[in-house]
């Protein structure tokens, strides 16, 4: 009677102890891939970013060849280029501080290539070049590829974030030092369309 009870005993601790390493396990395991999501959405908007700041000395160069169009206007996009460029885009940094510095580079190279593309429409010549067509085709599937990749982005976080908040996953996350990871949201009055005129 002894022996079977303690064996009994033992039973229940096994099943126990495979019950939590099975919890354990699963939800580690989970947590480890809606993570690697977060990275490879955001390794993406990286790609994309870098394909647009490639486009741009393309786009600079060929508008430079015109001898009266506005330097002021290259100047801008040239030092957006190159304050965006010194942001460090990493996934391990990633933290609203790193967010809102990248949304402010990124968004005033934007801007700036923004009053580029409205300042070449007082250059007929220009718009008519075939090589500033294609770049400036090039530049708007780029910022549309960006656009997607960062909803993407946003997906793959929130199914991150809200994972890690569910109880008891937030316990787990908590031992193991997951944290919640920030969205890239748009900037104030981007909900608002820029007036351009001419």
């Not at 923004?114 to 910022?143: D, M």
Request: aromatic share 10%.
């Amino acid at each position: 009677m002894k022996n079977k009870k303690l064996w009994i005993t033992l039973a229940v601790i096994a099943l126990i102890v495979i019950a939590l390493y099975s919890s354990f396990k699963g939800t580690y395991n989970q947590i480890i891939t809606l993570d690697e999501g977060v990275n490879v959405s955001w390794s993406q908007v990286v790609t994309d970013y870098q394909r647009r700041m490639d486009l741009i000395p393309n786009l600079v160069n060929t508008v430079k060849g015109y001898a009266d169009f506005e330097q002021q206007t290259l100047t801008q996009v040239i030092e957006a280029r190159a304050n965006a460029t010194k942001v460090e885009l990493n996934v391990d940094n990633l933290n609203a501080a790193s967010m809102e510095k990248i949304k402010q580079t990124q968004g005033a190279l934007t801007s700036a290539l923004s009053r580029l593309l409205v300042t070449v429409e007082r250059y007929p010549e220009l718009k008519a070049n075939q090589n500033f067509l294609e770049l400036q085709a090039q530049l708007e599937g780029t910022e549309n590829r960006i656009a997607n990749a960062r909803r993407k982005f946003n997906e793959a976080t929130r199914s991150y974030n809200v994972y890690i908040k569910q109880f008891p996953k937030n316990i787990y996350a908590n031992m193991f030092g997951f944290e919640q990871k920030p969205y890239f949201e748009a900037e104030a009055g981007a909900e608002k369309a820029p007036k351009v005129e001419f």
